[in-house]
């Protein structure tokens, strides 16, 4: 059982905009910052968003994460066959002795 | 190019042990904390344990808390991962990562902008 919660799964159409929600608490995402990694298939984890809502470089601006509360998420807008992956949501949680804490994961799949 | 490369898993037995390394170049290595993230198969990722860029500290998840050691040479721009004692469990793709931003601490709430490609772990009998 995952510390931050993940929908195991979502999908959508070419073209279209899709959402991935990551829920939390007050002890990680409610007093920190949070990143997501994409994880194409047989790959390993690639930043995709860091601070909340910031993007690396090289990362389209089809990527954009907010956090409102105990809560954040993705949205892939003009979604592509290529963004069919996994992603992860990931906070520092200040509980007991600290720890970097992910979601589960949710696996997009593009219709 | 900023690059980490792990090697040194294997297959091992319950009770044994197993010495990770993750080599990195393209970047100032001292200048960085870095991480240990393993994913089981078919699971999700879990952060293992940091060291700050000096290597003066060292965090651990619960999970291997007195099994596993984290350590760093900076003159060989290496990391490693000493696993003791380990159990079924414990069987995932090691990662090696490296934290987005330069600090001698670590604090948890960086990113982690460069992964290796990972290195198997099975600890089976």
């Known amino acids: 059982q995952s510390v931050l919660t993940q929908p195991p799964s979502a999908s959508g159409t070419p073209g279209q905009r899709v959402t991935i929600s990551c829920s939390g608490s007050?002890?990680?995402?409610?007093?920190?910052?949070v990143n997501w990694y994409q994880q194409l298939p047989g790959t390993a984890p690639k930043l995709l968003i860091y601070?909340?809502?910031q993007r690396p470089s090289g990362v389209p601006d089809r990527f954009s994460g907010s956090k409102s509360g105990t809560s954040a998420s993705l949205a892939i807008s003009g979604l592509q066959s290529e963004d069919e992956a996994d992603y992860y949501c990931a906070a520092w949680d200040d509980s007991l002795n600290g720890s970097v804490v992910f979601g589960g994961g949710t696996k997009l799949t593009v219709l | 190019e900023v690059q980490l490369l792990e090697s040194g898993g294997g297959l091992v037995q319950p009770g044994g042990s197993l010495r990770l390394s993750c080599a990195a170049s393209g970047f100032t290595f001292s200048s960085y904390a870095m991480s240990w993230v393993r994913q089981a198969p078919g699971k999700g990722l879990e952060w293992v344990s940091a060291i700050s860029g000096s290597g003066g500290s060292t965090y651990y998840a619960d999970s291997v808390k007195g099994r596993f050691t984290i350590s760093r040479d900076n003159s060989k721009n290496t990391l490693y991962l000493q696993m003791n004692s380990l159990r079924a469990e414990d069987t995932a793709v090691y990662y090696c990562?490296?934290?987005?931003?330069?600090?001698?601490?670590?604090?948890?709430?960086?990113?982690?902008?460069?992964w290796g490609q990972g290195t198997m772990v099975t600890v089976s009998s």
């Open positions: 601070s909340n809502n």
């Open positions: 990562a490296k934290d987005l931003t330069p600090n001698d601490f670590w604090s948890g709430h960086d990113a982690f902008d460069i």
């Open positions: 007050s002890s990680n995402i409610g007093s920190n910052t």
